[in-house]
C-alpha cells in the first residue's frame, strides 16, 4: 500500500496541485487507515464497504473527533477514487459511504473588554513586552491567523499606507488594512526592539527572537497563553481566538459578511457565516427598530 499512497500524494502534488500542507495532511490520515489494515491483516486492493466502516468506528473509539474523522473518511474515499481512475482496483468501496454528522462547536471569543485586557498584558518596560504588544494587536487588527503572523516578511509590512499583505492558505494573498492602534505598536517595535535583536544580521521576517531569528507558530501559541493568563481570562482559548475574535466584533458593528469573507481570506462564504450566531442581539435590535409591527 506504500507504494499507491506515494503514486497517490505525486497525483494531489502534480496533477491537483495542492498545497503542502494538505498533502501531509492526506499522508498523514492514510497511514493512520495503512496501519489500521496491516493490523487486521487486510490489503488495500480487496477491501468491502464493511472494512472502511471498522476502520471508522476503530479511529472513533480512539477518541478523534467527528471532525477528524470526517477527514480521515475523505482521505480514504478521494483515495479509492484514485485507485479506480488508475486501474488498480475495478470498485470503489467508498463511494456510497457518507461523512459523519458534524457537530458544528461555535468558536470562544474575548468580549471588547477582555482584549482590551489581553493588549494592556504585555509589559512594555522591556523588550519582548514591545514585540509581543506588536503582534498582538497586529493579530487583532488584521485578523490573521498565527501562521500568517509568524510567515509575514518585512516587504509585506506597509505601515505608510496601512496595510499588511500576507499568505493565507494555498498561498494565496490577501491584503488587510491596519488600524491605528496597531501601527504605532508595530512602528515602536521595528525601531526600538527590531534592530537590536537582529545585532547587525539580516531577517526579512517582521517578528524575530532574541537571538535574531524567526518566531515560530509554537512561540506565538506560547505568547498568546501566557498573557491571556495574565490578563485573568478564563476563557477556551486557541490559536485562532484573536481571528474569531476580529470577524465576530466587526459582524456586530455592521460589517458585511462579504467584506469580513475576504479579510479572512476565506474561500467559501459558509466559513464565514460561523460567526454570525454572535450577532442574534444586533439583529434582534434591528428588527425591532424597522419591522412596522415589532
Given at each position: 500500500?506504500?507504494?499507491?499512497?506515494?503514486q497517490?500524494?505525486?497525483?494531489?502534488?502534480?496533477?491537483?496541485?495542492?498545497?503542502?500542507?494538505?498533502?501531509?495532511?492526506?499522508?498523514?490520515?492514510?497511514?493512520?487507515?495503512?496501519?489500521?489494515?496491516?493490523?487486521?491483516?487486510?490489503?488495500?486492493?480487496?477491501?468491502?464497504?464493511?472494512?472502511?466502516?471498522?476502520?471508522?468506528?476503530?479511529?472513533?473509539?480512539?477518541?478523534?473527533?467527528?471532525?477528524?474523522?470526517?477527514?480521515?473518511?475523505?482521505?480514504?474515499?478521494?483515495?479509492?477514487?484514485?485507485?479506480?481512475?488508475?486501474g488498480?482496483?475495478?470498485?470503489?468501496?467508498?463511494?456510497?459511504?457518507?461523512?459523519p454528522?458534524?457537530?458544528?462547536?461555535?468558536?470562544?471569543?474575548?468580549?471588547?473588554?477582555?482584549?482590551?485586557?489581553?493588549?494592556?498584558?504585555?509589559?512594555?518596560?522591556?523588550?519582548?513586552?514591545?514585540?509581543?504588544?506588536a503582534?498582538?494587536?497586529?493579530?487583532?487588527?488584521?485578523?490573521?491567523?498565527?501562521?500568517?503572523?509568524?510567515?509575514?516578511?518585512?516587504?509585506?509590512?506597509n505601515?505608510?499606507l496601512?496595510?499588511?499583505?500576507?499568505?493565507?492558505?494555498?498561498?494565496?494573498?490577501?491584503?488587510?488594512?491596519?488600524?491605528?492602534t496597531?501601527?504605532?505598536?508595530?512602528v515602536?517595535?521595528?525601531?526600538?526592539?527590531?534592530?537590536?535583536?537582529?545585532?547587525?544580521?539580516?531577517?526579512?521576517?517582521?517578528?524575530?527572537?532574541?537571538?535574531?531569528?524567526?518566531?515560530?507558530?509554537?512561540?506565538?501559541?506560547?505568547?498568546?497563553?501566557?498573557?491571556?493568563?495574565?490578563?485573568?481570562?478564563?476563557?477556551?482559548?486557541?490559536?485562532?481566538?484573536?481571528?474569531?475574535?476580529?470577524?465576530?466584533?466587526?459582524?456586530?458593528?455592521?460589517?458585511?459578511?462579504?467584506?469580513?469573507?475576504?479579510?479572512?481570506?476565506?474561500?467559501?462564504?459558509?466559513t464565514?457565516?460561523?460567526?454570525?450566531?454572535?450577532?442574534?442581539?444586533?439583529?434582534?435590535?434591528?428588527?425591532?427598530?424597522?419591522?412596522?409591527?415589532?
Amino acid at each position: 500500500m506504500s507504494t499507491l499512497v506515494e503514486q497517490f500524494l505525486d497525483y494531489l502534488t502534480v496533477e491537483r496541485g495542492l498545497a503542502k500542507n494538505t498533502i501531509e495532511s492526506y499522508r498523514r490520515d492514510l497511514l493512520k487507515y495503512q496501519e489500521y489494515l496491516k493490523r487486521k491483516g487486510a490489503v488495500v486492493e480487496k477491501i468491502a464497504r464493511s472494512d472502511i466502516q471498522n476502520f471508522l468506528l476503530y479511529i472513533k473509539d480512539k477518541g478523534l473527533s467527528s471532525s477528524s474523522i470526517a477527514r480521515n473518511l475523505v482521505a480514504v474515499k478521494v483515495f479509492y477514487r484514485f485507485l479506480v481512475r488508475e486501474g488498480f482496483i475495478k470498485d470503489d468501496p467508498a463511494s456510497v459511504l457518507d461523512s459523519p454528522k458534524l457537530w458544528k462547536r461555535l468558536p470562544d471569543v474575548l468580549s471588547i473588554d477582555e482584549i482590551q485586557r489581553l493588549m494592556d498584558a504585555p509589559d512594555l518596560s522591556n523588550w519582548m513586552g514591545i514585540r509581543d504588544k506588536a503582534s498582538l494587536e497586529l493579530m487583532y487588527a488584521t485578523g490573521t491567523r498565527v501562521s500568517e503572523v509568524a510567515d509575514l516578511r518585512m516587504d509585506g509590512l506597509n505601515l505608510d499606507l496601512g496595510f499588511v499583505r500576507c499568505k493565507g492558505k494555498g498561498q494565496k494573498e490577501r491584503i488587510v488594512p491596519i488600524g491605528k492602534t496597531a501601527s504605532k505598536a508595530l512602528v515602536f517595535y521595528l525601531e526600538k526592539v527590531r534592530p537590536p535583536l537582529l545585532k547587525g544580521k539580516v531577517s526579512q521576517h517582521v517578528f524575530i527572537t532574541r537571538l535574531g531569528m524567526r518566531m515560530s507558530r509554537q512561540s506565538f501559541w506560547k505568547m498568546i497563553k501566557k498573557y491571556v493568563a495574565a490578563a485573568n481570562i478564563k476563557k477556551r482559548i486557541t490559536p485562532h481566538t484573536l481571528r474569531h475574535s476580529f470577524a465576530t466584533h466587526l459582524l456586530e458593528r455592521g460589517a458585511d459578511l462579504r467584506v469580513v469573507q475576504e479579510l479572512l481570506g476565506h474561500a467559501n462564504i459558509a466559513t464565514t457565516q460561523i460567526y454570525t450566531h454572535i450577532n442574534k442581539d444586533r439583529l434582534k435590535s434591528i428588527h425591532a427598530k424597522y419591522h412596522p409591527r415589532p
